[in-house]
C-alpha cells in the first residue's frame, strides 16, 4: 500500500466464485440516480450480496452485513475511500504528477495504528469547546445569505446564493483559512466529489486535478505561515501537536489534514443542507412545526440523515481471505457498502419510507458510518444542519419549492444531492 491520498488502482479483481453477478445495476444509473431508494430495496430482498459488474465491487445492502464490515478493519480496510473510482484520464495524471503534489493518507484512508495516533490528536480539535466558538460565526453567515437573499428577490437557486457558501466558509473558518481567500478556496475545493465518487470527462478531471493542486500548494503555503502566526483554530492546534513531538504527529500529517478537511467539511453539508429542504418543504405539515417549534429540529435533522442522506455509500477493500453471507471473499475485493438500502431496513424502522420528524430512533442511520473511521465531522455537520433550519424557518416561514423545476443529483457513486434548487417565498 502507497501512502499516496488518492491511489490510481488498476483492473478490477474477478467476482469472487458463488456471488451472484448483477450486469446491469449501477449506483451511476439514471433510474438509481433519479430514486434509489426503491432499487435499493428490491437489490436488498432479492440478493443482499452480489457482485456489480459494471462496478467491479461486491455490494452489501444489509445493515448487519455492513457493520460486521465496518467493525473489522483489519480485514475490511479503508484505504480505498479516497480512490477515484474509475480510471483518471492521462491528462489529469500528468497534472497532479508534479513532484510538490503529495498529500499523504492521515485520516479517513489511514490504517491502525496510524490511524488511531493521528485521530488522537484530530478529535481534540472537534472538541465541543471548538463548536461553540463557530456558532456566531455560522448564525451571523445565515443570516447575512439570507438578507441577500431577501434583498434580491425570489425565487433564488438555493445552492448558489446558500447551501454551497456556508458549509464551505465554515469549515474554512474551522481549520483558519483567512476570510479573503474564500473565494479562491471555494473555486478549488468545488467540485472534489466529482474525481473519486463521480465519472468526469478527461477534461473535467484536468480541470478538478488543476484545483486540487493550487489547494494543496495553498495548504503547503498556509500551514508554513501558520507556524509564525497561531490563532485560536484547528491548523494551529495540529502544529502545537506537531512541536510538541514532531515524530507522534508529522509536518506533512499536519498538511496533508488540512487538505482533506475541506472537502470532509463542504460538499456533503452543501448536500445534506439541500436534502433538508427537499424533504421538509413539500410536506409542509411537518415544516410548519418546525416553524412553530424549533426544538423539533435536531431529530428533524436525524431523519434526514436516515431518510435522504447526503452519503449513500461507502467503501472498502480486502486485505485477507474472508467470508461474508457465507461467500468466500478473496483478498483484494473492493466492497461497496449501500446506506441507501440500510438506512431504509423495515426491520429497524417502522414505516421506513415514511419521512417523519418525530421518528424515536431516526439516529440508528449509518450515514455517518461506524467504528474507527466514524465521521469525526458529524457533530459539526449536524449542528450546522440545525443552525440552518433555525434561521431559515425563523426568517422565511413560508419557503417552498418552485414547483415543477427538475430536481436531479449529479452522477456520483456515493454523494447524493440536487444540482440545482429553486426556491421562493412569500
Ligand atoms: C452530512 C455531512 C457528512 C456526512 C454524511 C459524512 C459522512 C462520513 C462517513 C460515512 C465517513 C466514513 C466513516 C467510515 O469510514 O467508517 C466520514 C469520515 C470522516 N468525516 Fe465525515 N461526513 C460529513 C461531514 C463531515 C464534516 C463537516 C467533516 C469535518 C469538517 C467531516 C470529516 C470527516 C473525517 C475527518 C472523516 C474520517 C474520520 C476517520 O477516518 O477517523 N465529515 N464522514
Redesign the pocket.
Known sequence: MSDKYHELRGQAPPPPTGCPINASWSPLNDDYLRDPYPIAARLRRDTPIFYAEELGYVVLTEMDDILEV?NQPDIFS?EN?QDPVFPVAPMAQEVLAVPDFDPMKV??N?QAPD?GRI?KY?RQGFSRRRLRTLEPYVRRRSHELIDDMVAAGGPTEFIDSFAFPL?GET?FR?IGFPEADDEDLKNWCGDRKAFSWGKPTPTEQAEIAEKMLSYWRYCRNFTAGKRDDRADDFASELLAAHDDDPAELSYREVESIIY??SF??HE??T??ICNTLLCLLPRRDQWDQLVAEPSLIPNAVEEV?RFE???IS?RRLTTADTTLRGIEIPAGTQIFMNFASANRQDDIWENPDEFDIHRPNAAQHI????????????N??KF?AVLVLEALTERLPSLRLVPDQPIWSSANITFRGPEQLLVDWD
Open positions: 465496518f479503508s475511500v485520516m479517513s489511514r490511524h485521530r484530530t458549509p469549515v474551522f482533506g478537511l470532509a467539511g456533503a453539508v448536500n445534506l440523515l442522506s447526503s452519503q461507502w450515514s455517518f458510518g461506524k467504528g474507527m473511521h466514524y465521521c469525526l465531522g458529524a459539526l455537520a450546522e
